[in-house]
């Protein structure tokens, strides 16, 4: 008896995991476009808020990876940038975390998984103190607004899960690591 071809087994799985390098661009996208971020990471001046509004190429080079001029990008889709920072500068960078199984009155889904999106905003000391307040803590405050509550990302909204301050480099760099919890399918 012949043997019968049999069709491709494998069907690509649509899960959370699946999702991340997509979540994270799109959310480095909403960052880079909103005004006020943009402005709070493109100027180190004290005005920041009161310069005008970054073009929208700007805005993406915030962004985007470019080996020719890394100065210009400030949204990171890791914790870490990649090289030694020596100028001032404001940093955010992104992280995935904690997927697990979702928990509701001690019993674990079959089906869906909850796990936590990370926002590391960093800014040099030296420039935390702008106009209207703290740097670090208006780029916490308009982070907060874009994310809180979307439906964006997963099948349900996102909701803050914790928020810590965070200090790097010595004390060079202060801010907050801000987590938010998602829910989605396995």
């Excluded at 808020?49 to 073009?55: A, E, M, V, W």
């Excluded at 907060?144 to 301050?165: A, P, R, V």
Aim: hydrophobic share 35%; glycine share 6%.
């Amino acid at each position: 008896m012949p043997a019968t071809k049999m069709g491709n087994p494998y069907k690509p799985h649509r899960s959370s995991i699946m999702m991340i390098t997509e979540w994270k661009q799109r959310m480095m996208e909403a960052i880079a476009m909103d005004d006020d971020i943009s402005k709070l990471l493109y100027y180190n001046t004290s005005d920041a808020l009161s310069r005008p509004s970054l073009t929208e190429d700007q805005k993406i080079a915030l962004a985007t990876y470019n080996p020719e001029d890394a100065s210009k990008r400030r949204i990171y889709p890791t914790r870490y940038t990649p090289n030694v920072v020596i100028d001032q500068r404001s940093f955010i960078g992104l992280g995935i975390s904690g997927f697990i199984p979702q928990e509701s009155w001690r019993q674990f889904s079959e089906k869906y998984v909850m796990g936590y999106l990370y926002f590391y905003i960093l800014v040099d000391n030296s420039i935390m103190e702008i106009d209207e307040g703290q740097r670090q803590d208006l780029l916490l405050q308009r982070i907060y607004d874009l994310f809180q509550d979307s439906y964006d990302y997963g099948m349900g909204h996102i909701q803050e899960g914790n928020l810590t301050e965070l200090w790097e480099q010595n004390n060079k760099f202060g801010g907050y690591a801000l987590m938010m919890r998602v829910i989605d399918f396995k």
